[in-house]
C-alpha cells in the first residue's frame, strides 16, 4: 500500500491508484470534467487540477498516480485560480446559450421553454410545478405583468414573440378549476416564526416560498383583505378578484396567517415583532401617492386612491368630464376605470410624447380603444375652483429638451402656452412613493427610494430583518416585488438556520447573440412562421358598461398551438451542465479571454439527441465512450488548431456513428453540446 497526505489527512492506496481516486477515498471532491469512471483518463480539461509539494506547475489528479510521501494540495488558491483560467478558456468561444433570452428577461428568472413545453405536451400539472418553483401569483401575474420577457423572445426576430404571460395564466387558471388544485410540498416545522409587515405582492410570495421551507409566517397588513396593490390598485377588469382570492387561497392553505385591519406605527412596532419572531421581512410597498407637484394640487384626487375606493366598491362621483394626469399604467388603469362610471369624456394629459410612456402601450391603445382621449406634452400649472363646481387647470405645452437621469428626455414649458381646461375631476396618477418616517424612526436606514437593503441578500442593517419590492426600489413592477419576496425567503431561511446569509445561488450563464443573418436563419433552420395566438376579449359595450374582465384567457386548443411556437431557446443542459456548475462554483468569467466565437450548428440527424459542436470542449469522453463499446463507426478528432471539432469519420450522419451508446454518451457530456431531443438530459439517470 502506498501512503500518502492530501489536504492535511493521510490515506493508504493500492499502486496505480490516481491522486482523483486517493481523494474519493477521503470523501475530498476533486472536480473533473474529461474524467470517465472506467476509461482511460483524457487529461484535457485540466479541471482536475492539483498541487504537488516539491513539483514545478499544477498535476491532473485523473492521471497522476498516487506516490509513496507525496503531499498533495487540492483546494489552495494556485489550484482554484488555475480551475477558474481554465473553464474560462472553455468557455471563450462557446456557441450557446446557458438561458433562454426570454427566461434572462424575466425579473423572476422562470424557466419558460420548461412550462410552455409542459402546456404543448398538455401536462398542466407538470408546467404548473416548474412555475410555482420560482413564481408565486402566476395567475394574477399572467395577467397584469408587463411581460419584459416577450420582448427578449428570439421569435421576435422571426416572426411575432410568445405570448407568455397568457401562457402561466392559462395553467393557473385550469389549475384552479381542478378539484384539487396544486400546493407544493411543506418542510417538516422548523419551530420558527416569520412575520411579514405587507400582504401586497412581495409578502404574499415571500410567505409562499417561506413556508414550503416549514417555517410559520403571519402577515400584518393595514387593509381589510390581502393582496396590496394586487387588489386595491389593479382594477378587476385587468385581475378578478375571484382568481386573486384563490392564489392567496393557496397560501393559506400551505398555513399563512393574516393579521388584517394591522397598522405598522398604530397597531403594532417593529420592536414587539422582532421581539415576538425570528425574523422579519418589511414589504409595506409604496401606497403614499405623489400629488400634481402645483398650485392647488389638493384639491385633485390621488389616482391610488381612486382606484382603491373603486375596488372597495364605493367609486366616487366624478362627474362629465375627467381629467387624468400621469403617463404610468396607474394613469391608464385610472382612465379606464373612468369610463366605466360613465362621464362623457375622459382624457389623460402626459408632459412627454406617446414613445416616453412608461406603460403598457397595450394598455394605451385599450384606454384608446375604450374612448379615453390622450394629449401628450401638456404638464399642470395650478388648479383651482371655477363656477358650478368645476375645476380649472392651468396648463403648459411642453417642449422635450435633454435626457434626464432615467435617460428619457426632459420636457421644458414652452413660453406662452398657458391655457386652461375645465373639467369635473382630476385624478393625478404620476407615481408612488415609499413613507420611509417610520422606518427611520425604528432604527432602520433609508435611501431616498424606500428601505436600504442589500442588494443580493435584502438584509437591512437591523439583523433579523429584511425588506424587498416597492419598500426598498419604490413603486416598481409587481413581478419584481414576487422576485423579491421568493429572494427574501432564501437568505431569512438561511439566517434561521444559523447559516452565512447569501440570497439565492446565480449561476453563471453564457449569453449567446447572432453574429449574422446567416447564423440568424440556421437558428430559424425548418422553423414555419406562425402568428401569436390572439387574446380573446369581451365585447367593447360590455367592456365600457362595467368591470367583467377583458381578456377571457386562451382555451385549451389556443394554449396548445402557442405553446408549440416556443423555440425551445436555451440549452437542454443547463441545469445539469457540469462546465456552468463548475463555472459558478470558481466565479469563472464567460467574457474574459471572449474573441471570435465559433458558429452555431446543429446536428439533429439522431433520432434520440442532438449534437451542438460550438458547445463541445473537446474532453472526448464521447470518442472514448464508443470506442470503448465497439461503435462499428464511432466518433473522432476532424480539423486542426482552433478548428478542430468531434464528429463521425468520413462525413457520416451522427446517427450511424453512434448506434447503441448515444444516451451514454449524452449523459457523459459535461456541457450541452450532446443531449437528449425533447425531455431534459438531466433526467437521463433516470430514463437508463
Not at 492506496?13 to 469512471?37: K, M, N, Y
Not at 440570497?503 to 430559424?524: H, K, M, N, Q
Not at 440527424?605 to 469522453?621: L, Q, T
Request: net charge neutral; hydrophobic share 40%.
Amino acid at each position: 500500500m502506498i501512503s500518502l497526505t492530501i489536504d492535511g489527512r493521510r490515506v493508504s492506496v493500492e499502486p496505480g491508484t490516481t491522486l482523483l481516486d486517493a481523494a474519493r477515498q477521503l470523501d475530498i471532491r476533486i472536480p473533473t470534467l474529461c474524467h470517465v469512471p472506467g476509461l482511460e483518463p483524457a487529461s484535457s480539461c485540466f479541471v482536475c487540477a492539483v498541487q504537488v509539494k516539491g513539483q514545478r506547475g499544477l498535476s491532473p489528479s485523473c492521471a497522476l498516480p498516487a506516490a509513496e510521501g507525496m503531499e498533495v494540495a487540492t483546494n489552495s488558491e494556485l489550484v482554484r485560480g488555475a480551475r477558474r483560467v481554465a473553464l474560462e478558456l472553455l468557455l471563450s468561444d462557446h456557441a450557446g446559450e446557458c438561458v433562454a433570452p426570454c427566461s434572462a428577461g424575466c425579473p423572476a428568472g422562470l424557466d419558460i421553454p420548461g412550462f410552455v413545453r409542459e402546456i404543448a405536451a398538455g401536462d398542466v400539472p407538470r408546467s404548473m410545478r416548474i412555475i410555482t418553483e420560482r413564481l408565486a401569483l402566476p395567475g394574477a401575474l399572467g395577467r397584469i405583468c408587463p411581460r419584459l420577457c416577450e420582448q427578449g423572445c428570439r421569435r421576435t426576430e422571426y416572426d411575432e414573440g410568445l405570448t407568455i404571460g397568457p401562457l402561466h395564466r392559462y395553467a393557473a387558471d385550469l389549475d384552479r378549476e381542478t378539484p384539487a388544485p396544486y400546493l407544493p410540498p411543506r418542510a417538516p416545522a422548523t419551530g420558527k416564526s416569520v412575520a411579514i409587515v405587507g400582504a401586497g405582492p412581495a409578502g404574499l410570495a415571500a410567505a409562499y416560498f417561506l413556508l414550503q421551507k416549514g417555517h410559520a409566517c403571519t402577515l400584518f397588513d393595514a387593509e381589510p383583505e390581502a393582496g396590496g396593490m394586487l387588489r386595491y390598485g389593479i382594477p378587476a377588469f385587468r385581475l378578478p378578484k375571484d382568481a386573486l382570492d384563490a392564489e392567496i387561497g393557496a397560501i393559506r392553505g400551505l398555513g399563512a396567517g393574516f393579521r388584517m385591519n394591522s397598522r405598522w406605527g398604530r397597531d403594532f412596532s417593529l420592536a414587539e415583532l422582532r421581539g415576538g419572531h425570528d425574523a422579519v421581512f418589511l414589504a409595506i410597498g409604496a401606497q403614499r401617492a405623489q400629488g400634481l407637484r402645483c398650485e392647488g394640487e389638493e384639491l385633485a384626487l390621488s389616482g391610488v386612491e381612486f382606484l382603491r375606493l373603486v375596488a372597495a366598491g364605493n367609486p366616487p362621483a366624478l362627474g362629465e368630464n375627467v381629467l387624468v394626469v400621469g403617463g404610468g399604467n396607474t394613469a391608464m388603469d385610472c382612465a379606464r376605470s373612468a369610463v366605466r362610471l360613465g362621464p362623457r369624456s375622459v382624457r389623460v394629459l402626459y408632459r412627454r410624447t406617446r414613445r416616453e410612456m412608461p406603460c403598457l402601450m397595450q394598455e394605451v391603445e385599450e384606454a384608446e380603444a375604450e374612448g379615453v382621449v390622450c394629449e401628450f406634452l401638456v404638464a399642470p400649472a395650478r388648479l383651482e375652483r371655477g363656477d358650478d363646481h368645476q375645476l380649472l387647470l392651468t396648463c403648459r405645452r411642453m417642449a422635450l429638451g435633454a435626457p434626464d437621469a432615467s435617460g428619457r428626455r426632459s420636457p421644458v414649458p414652452v413660453e406662452g402656452s398657458e391655457h386652461v381646461i375645465e373639467c369635473s375631476t382630476v385624478i393625478a396618477a404620476i407615481g408612488q412613493a415609499v413613507d420611509r418616517s417610520l422606518a427611520e424612526t425604528e432604527g432602520l436606514r433609508v435611501t431616498g427610494w424606500g428601505i436600504a437593503a442589500d442588494e443580493r441578500t435584502l438584509a437591512t442593517n437591523l439583523p433579523g430583518v429584511f425588506a424587498g419590492g416597492d419598500a426598498v426600489l419604490g413603486a416598481d413592477l409587481a413581478v419584481r416585488a414576487v422576485a423579491a419576496g421568493r429572494i427574501a425567503a432564501a437568505s431569512i431561511d438561511q439566517f434561521l438556520r444559523g447559516e452565512a446569509v447569501a440570497g439565492e445561488a446565480r449561476a453563471t450563464a453564457v449569453v449567446f447573440r447572432p453574429v449574422d443573418d446567416a447564423e440568424r436563419a440556421l437558428i430559424f433552420r425548418g422553423i414555419e412562421m406562425a402568428a401569436r395566438v390572439p387574446m380573446p376579449e369581451i365585447e367593447m359595450e360590455r367592456r365600457r358598461a362595467g368591470f367583467d374582465e377583458v381578456a377571457s384567457g386562451l382555451s385549451g386548443a389556443g394554449a396548445g398551438r402557442e405553446a408549440r411556437r416556443c423555440l425551445t431557446c436555451g440549452c437542454r443542459k443547463s441545469d445539469c451542465c457540469r462546465v456552468r456548475t463548475l463555472a459558478t462554483e470558481y466565479a469563472a468569467d464567460p467574457g474574459r479571454f471572449a474573441g471570435a466565437r465559433r458558429r452555431f450548428t446543429q446536428d439533429t440527424s439522431h433520432p434520440e439527441i442532438v449534437y451542438e459542436p460550438g458547445k463541445c470542449i473537446m474532453c472526448d469522453a464521447c470518442v472514448r465512450i464508443a470506442a470503448a463499446a465497439g461503435e462499428a463507426l464511432g466518433l473522432t478528432a476532424i480539423g486542426r488548431g482552433f478548428d478542430v471539432t468531434v464528429a463521425a469519420p468520413f462525413g457520416q450522419p451522427l446517427s450511424e456513428a453512434l448506434t447503441r451508446v448515444a444516451l451514454r454518451c449524452a449523459e457523459a457530456c459535461p456541457s450541452g453540446a450532446l443531449a437528449l431531443r425533447s425531455a431534459r438530459s438531466c433526467d437521463l439517470a433516470v430514463m437508463r
